[in-house]
Nanobody, 123 residues
Framework: QVQLVESGGGSVQAGGSLRLSCAAS????????MGWFRRAPGKQREGVAT???????TYADSVEGRFTISRDNAKKSLYLQMNSLKPEDTAMYFC?????????????????WGQGTQVTVSS
């Protein structure tokens, strides 16, 4: 059983920064592809960034250059540093895990999900 708990969400003005964290309860965290996804009001869940077991990141075009995903295998934690935030980044952000080497920005690929943390960016 994999449990994921997100934290770090909040309200910020456009141009500001937030750092999201995800704590994983899993025996072999380093075996998992990890990802951040988001769901904006009235929209479907979409991929934001993933990080493979070897640390290779993948970003959605909409966040490339502004967001940075990272992981700490010793702490079994996942992070998302979000800079230059825009109102269109407002969404519920979810941490997700997948126990396979292929690590894509695909919602359907991921087996385990956290409850989410809300990010609100005001103009």
């Amino acid at each position: 059983q994999v449990q994921l708990v997100e934290s770090g969400g909040g309200s910020v003005q456009a141009g500001g920064s937030l750092r999201l964290s995800c704590a994983a309860s899993v025996y072999t965290y380093s075996d998992y592809c990890m990802g951040w996804f988001r769901r904006a009001p009235g929209k479907q869940r979409e991929g934001v960034a993933t990080i493979a077991r070897d640390g290779t990141p993948t970003y959605a075009d909409s966040v490339e250059g502004r967001f940075t995903i990272s992981r700490d295998n010793a702490k079994k934690s996942l992070y998302l540093q979000m800079n230059s935030l825009k109102p269109e980044d407002t969404a519920m952000y979810f941490c997700a895990a997948r126990r396979w080497s292929v690590c894509r920005l695909a919602v359907a690929d991921f087996e385990y999900w956290g409850q989410g943390t809300q990010v609100t960016v005001s103009s």
